[in-house]
Structure formats: structure tokens, C-alpha cells
């Protein structure tokens, strides 16, 4: 693995560790108001602010120094570099595009819902 793939892959598993740190707090504040074993565990900080970051700092360590981990993420990496990505007067265009599609079809499918309403209504008259 090179340097630059070794920074992205770093940069992403801390990313990712501190996602799971920030969902783990959440769960337990959720969980908290559920459950009441919960609720008093929560009262000490060592649960309210350890166990988020001590997870987030497990599974960081656990992520950056597994070689099959580490051999994936730098495949990825090497996969992501060979895109080739659309130049941006594409996009542009591509994009105003399905802007008017997406117009013409909320006309044709409102004309269709108002001529089915009106059908219904005079059924049930």
C-alpha cells in the first residue's frame, strides 16, 4: 500500500470509527429512555461518554491494523483512482435534463390524476 492509499484508508476508517462512536451515544440515549437498567447506567460517565469513545477507538485499532482489511480497503482505493469522471459541462447538461423530465412527467401524471378524480366523482354522483 503507498502512502497516499494508506492516508485515504486512515482517513476513512477514522471517518467511519467516529460515525459508529456518535450512533453508539445515540442508541444509548434512545435506549435510556426505554429501558430503565439502561436509563442508570447512563447516569455514570464512564457509560455515557466511555463506552461510545471506547468502542469508536476499538474498532478504529481493529480496522487499521488488519492486513485483510488493509489489502481491501487498498483495492478499493486503487478501483475508485481508474474512474473516470463525466466533465462537468456533461453533468450540467445531463442535469437539466432529468430536471425536465422529471417536470414533464409530474404534468402527465397530475393530468392523469385529475382526469381519474374527475371520472371517480361522477361515478359516485
Known amino acids: ?4 492509499n494508506s ?4 482517513l476513512s476508517f477514522l471517518s467511519f470509527s467516529v ?15 426505554a429501558f430503565g437498567p439502561v436509563a442508570r447506567a447512563m447516569e455514570l460517565d464512564i457509560v455515557r461518554h466511555g463506552v461510545p469513545v471506547a468502542s469508536a477507538m476499538a474498532l478504529f485499532i481493529y480496522l487499521q491494523f488488519n ?5 481491501w480497503a487498498d483495492q478499493v482505493i486503487a478501483e475508485v483512482k481508474k474512474i473516470v469522471w463525466p466533465p462537468s ?12 423530465m422529471v417536470f414533464i412527467s ?8 385529475m382526469v381519474s378524480g374527475f371520472v371517480l366523482n361522477q361515478l359516485v354522483k
Do not use: H, Y
Not at 492516508?7 to 486512515?10: F, L, R
Not at 492486513?67 to 489489502?71: A, C, E, K, Q, T
Not at 459541462?89 to 425536465?100: C, H
Open 67 to 71: 492486513r485483510g482489511v488493509l489489502n
Open 7 to 10: 492516508k485515504i484508508a486512515t
Open 106 to 113: 409530474s404534468l402527465i401524471i397530475s393530468f392523469f390524476d
Open 19 to 33: 460515525l459508529i462512536g456518535f450512533t453508539i451515544a445515540t442508541l444509548l440515549k434512545v435506549f435510556s429512555g
Open 89 to 100: 459541462k456533461d453533468t450540467k447538461a445531463m442535469t437539466v435534463i432529468v430536471i425536465v
Open 1 to 4: 500500500m503507498d502512502n497516499t
